[in-house]
C-alpha cells in the first residue's frame, strides 16, 4: 500500500456527562489517533479505542501506545500489504492486543477506500444508506437514568441500553417499564452475574428485553450456552468475543442469539466484517457496539453498520452526546433516530484539525 509514514497522535477530551457502570465510571477519555500517509500524500486515519485503565479489556491507552510503536508499526515497515484485508494475518504474529491492532488497521481500510475514490462503507459492501441509532444510559440513580431516556426519546433514539447488576436490575427495568411500557431496551451486565443467578436473571424475562449482553465472565462461552438455555430473553455476547473463532464458537455451543461486533475489541474491521458474514449466515442477530469513541471511530463503526446484517440499531449516537466539540468535519449527527451513511471517499469526515491540535497531548512519526 506504499505507505510512507505514521504518526500516532495521543489525545484527551471530557465527556459532557460522565459515563457509568458498576465497574466504575469515566469523565474523562484519552485516545490514540492514528494517522497513514502514503507516497501520493493521501491520509488514512483510525482510532485506538482503549481506555485509560484495564477495566473492559486488558489493554489500555498507555500499552497501546507501546504495542504500536515497539511492534505493529515496525510489523508494517517489513510487510508488504496489498490490500487492508491482509493486515490482519500480518499482526497476528503479535498475540492479542486487539485494539492496538484495529487501530492501525482501521487507518488502512480509510486509506485503501480514499485510493480507490470510494466511500469506505462501498468498498467492504456496505448496502444501507442510513442506519439506526441505539443509545446507552450511563447514570447511577433511576431518576438519573428516566431523566436520560426522557432526553434521547425526543433526540429521536430508537433503543436505549441500560447498566444493569444484581443489586438494581429488577427495580430499575421495573421503573423504565412504568413510564415506558413499549420502549425497545438492552440491558447491558459487564459480567455481573454468575450460574448462581440464574432464578434471579429468568426474573428479567417478565420484561420483554430485547436481549441481556454479556451477563457472565468476560471470557466465557460455555456457561452462557448453559443460561442460554434457560432464559427467554436472547442473550448477547460482547466481551467473550474477541476473535472469529469466539463466535464461531460460541454460535456452535448456542451460547448465544445476538453478538455486539466492536472493531477495536476484535481486532479491526476485517475481522468485524469476517463475524458479520458468519452470523448473517447462521441467522444470529448482530449490532455495532460503541466505546466513548471520537468521530473517527465512530465513523467507521457507521461504515460497519451499513452491511446488510446490522439490523439493530447500534451504539451509534451524535458527536454532540458526548463531546462539546469533535474532531471530525462535520460532526456526526442522529436526526429522527437515523444516521446518514456518508458517500464521500474513505471514512467520509474530514479531520477537524484545529481541534485535534487543542486535545493533542502528544505526537510522535515514524517513517517507513
Known amino acids: 500500500m506504499d505507505i510512507k509514514t505514521v504518526t500516532l497522535y495521543k489525545i484527551a477530551m471530557p465527556l459532557k456527562t460522565p459515563f457509568s457502570t458498576h465497574l ?3 469523565k474523562d477519555r484519552e485516545g490514540i489517533i492514528v494517522e497513514v500517509i502514503d507516497t501520493e500524500g493521501r491520509k488514512g486515519y483510525g482510532e485506538g479505542v482503549a481506555f485509560s485503565s484495564p477495566w473492559y479489556t486488558e489493554e489500555t491507552v498507555e500499552t497501546s501506545y507501546h504495542v504500536l510503536k515497539e511492534f505493529l508499526i515496525p510489523i508494517l515497515r517489513n510487510a508488504d500489504i496489498k490490500h487492508p484485508s491482509d493486515a490482519g494475518s500480518v499482526f497476528d504474529a503479535l498475540r492479542r492486543n486487539q485494539m492496538s491492532k484495529a487501530a492501525l488497521e482501521t487507518s488502512l481500510w480509510d486509506l485503501a477506500a480514499k485510493k480507490e475514490d470510494i466511500s ?9 444508506e442510513q442506519i439506526l441509532s441505539g443509545v446507552v444510559v450511563g447514570a447511577k440513580t433511576k431518576e438519573e437514568v428516566r431523566r436520560q431516556i426522557e432526553n434521547y426519546l425526543e433526540s429521536g433514539y430508537q433503543r436505549v441500553k441500560i447498566k444493569i447488576s444484581p443489586e438494581n436490575d429488577y427495580e430499575l427495568i421495573s421503573e423504565i417499564r412504568r413510564f415506558y411500557p413499549d420502549l425497545p431496551i438492552m440491558a447491558d451486565a459487564n459480567s455481573a452475574y454468575s450460574l448462581d443467578d440464574i432464578d434471579h436473571l429468568k426474573r428479567l424475562d417478565d420484561f420483554g428485553l430485547m436481549m441481556i449482553e454479556q451477563p457472565l465472565e468476560y471470557d466465557d462461552i460455555v456457561d ?3 443460561l442460554q438455555k434457560e432464559l427467554e430473553t436472547p442473550i448477547c455476547l460482547d466481551e467473550s468475543i474477541v476473535t472469529f473463532n469466539d463466535a464461531r464458537r460460541a454460535a456452535e455451543l ?5 453478538i455486539n461486533i466492536k472493531i477495536g475489541r476484535v481486532g479491526g474491521l476485517g475481522t468485524a466484517k469476517k463475524i458479520h458474514d458468519y452470523c448473517l449466515d447462521k441467522g444470529i442477530a448482530v449490532w ?5 469513541e471520537f468521530g473517527i471511530s ?4 457507521i461504515a460497519l453498520a451499513s452491511l446488510e446484517g446490522f439490523a439493530i440499531p447500534g ?3 451524535a458527536s454532540e452526546r458526548y463531546w462539546e466539540e469533535d474532531i471530525i468535519l462535520p460532526e456526526v449527527t442522529v436526526k429522527n433516530g437515523i444516521i446518514r451513511v456518508p458517500d464521500k471517499p474513505g471514512i467520509g469526515y474530514e479531520i477537524n484539525e484545529k481541534r485535534l491540535s487543542e486535545v493533542t497531548i502528544s505526537k510522535e512519526s515514524f517513517v517507513l
Open 24 to 26: 466504575g465510571t469515566v
Open 120 to 128: 469506505l462503507s462501498k468498498f467492504i459492501g456496505g448496502k444501507r
Open 224 to 226: 452462557h450456552a448453559k
Open 254 to 258: 448456542g451460547s448465544c442469539k445476538v
Open 288 to 292: 455495532c457496539g460503541g466505546m466513548l
Open 298 to 301: 465512530r465513523a467507521h463503526n
Open 315 to 317: 451504539d451509534i449516537s
